[in-house]
C-alpha cells in the first residue's frame, strides 16, 4: 500500500451562512492486482486512515457521523484514488525529468 495526504475544503451552508473548513486526510492505496488463474482480479482500493478537519489552522473536533460519512463515501474515495494517481503520475514525471537531466551532466 502507498501512503498519502491531502488538503481538501469542506463547505457547510446553514440558513445562508457558509463555512469553509480545511480537510486533513491522511489515505492508502492498495495496488490493483490483474486475475490469475487462482485469484481474482484486485482493483485499487482506498483506505481512509486519519481525517481532521481545520478552520484557520486550528483543528477541531470531528463528530464520529461526519467522519463516517466522508469514510464511507464512494464519491469521495473515488475523488482520492484519481488524486493519488495524479500524483503518482507527477512523481513518475519528475523522476524521468531528473533522470534526462543526470544523463545530460553526465
Known sequence: MSK???KTPLLISVAGLDIELDLHVEYSVSRYRAATLT?????????IEEIRWLIEDTELPLPDWIDREIADSQGFKAHLLQEAADKDAAA???????RREMREVL
Not at 39 to 46: I, N
Request: charged share 35%; no cysteine.
Open 4 to 6: 498519502y495526504h491531502t
Open 39 to 47: 485469484q481474482p482480479e484486485e482493483p485499487r482500493s482506498v483506505e
Open 92 to 98: 513518475a514525471e519528475d523522476t524521468a525529468e531528473y
